[in-house]
T-cell receptor
Framework: DAGVIQSPRHEVTEMGQEVTLRCKPI?????LFWYRQTMMRGLELLIY????????DSGMPEDRFSAKMPNASFSTLKIQPSEPRDSAVYFC?????????????FGPGTRLTVL | EDQVTQSPEALRLQEGESSSLNCSYT??????LFWYRQDPGKGPEFLFT?????EEKEKERLKATLTKKESFLHITAPKPEDSATYLC???????????WGAGTKLIIKP
């Protein structure tokens, strides 16, 4: 299995621009998580999907952030407009149906830099 | 408030020098405690889940233990390839979300 796939791996953009991060979970995994990691705050859960349905988006910082999961093999995290404080590494993770918050498989992350 | 504290922040060891990493937690009812390993430029990789005090799990040179207040990740005769950041997370009975520690950066010198 190829594991969780994220794209792009690196993104550099200017303040105010729209940024879209993409994730393909492991086939057969029905839970998907978006995390943000910074030195100051560590790993933070942004949003969690189960069977393509957003279950909890309470970690999404503000309305500039949105996430979708149109099908079981694809999810996006969009930031519009982006701000310098959004600079971080964004991870997507997936897990098996019976191990929702137990063994999570993380992708390689997208390093976002907003200038 | 539920929280997780890991210590030390960084640990440098010589190859073969055994030691332990600590994860202290306060949570209103523990559902599970998780250890992950993170290499530079990569996502965290799952290592262990512990559910109850007294439980132990082993994998190669790593052994995780759990008490009612903390967990230890013991590393025996480490090798340079064990160098990584080790993350601890807990899940409370009242909330499915994981609460993550800041991690311990482990460096093993040859």
């Amino acid at each position: 299995d190829a594991g969780v796939i994220q794209s792009p791996r690196h993104e550099v953009t200017e303040m105010g621009q729209e940024v879209t991060l993409r994730c393909k979970p492991i086939s057969g995994h029905n839970s998907l998580f978006w995390y943000r990691q910074t030195m100051m705050r560590g790993l933070e859960l942004l949003i969690y999907f189960n069977n393509n349905v957003p279950i909890d988006d309470s970690g999404m910082p503000e309305d500039r952030f949105s996430a979708k999961m149109p099908n079981a093999s694809f999810s996006t995290l969009k930031i519009q407009p982006s701000e310098p404080r959004d600079s971080a590494v964004y991870f997507c993770a997936s897990s098996l149906p019976d191990r929702r918050f137990n063994e999570q498989f993380f992708g390689p992350g997208t390093r976002l830099t907003v200038l | 408030e539920d929280q997780v504290t890991q210590s030390p922040e960084a640990l440098r060891l010589q190859e073969g020098e055994s030691s332990s990493l600590n994860c202290s937690y306060t949570v209103s009812g523990l559902r599970g405690l998780f250890w992950y390993r993170q290499d530079p430029g990569k996502g965290p990789e799952f290592l262990f889940t512990l559910y109850s005090a007294g439980e132990e799990k082993e994998k190669e040179r790593l052994k995780a233990t759990l008490t009612k207040k903390e967990s230890f990740l013991h590393i025996t005769a480490p090798k340079p390839e064990d160098s990584a950041t080790y993350l601890c997370a807990v899940q409370a009975m009242s909330n499915y979300q994981l609460i993550w520690g800041a991690g311990t950066k482990l460096i093993i010198k040859p």
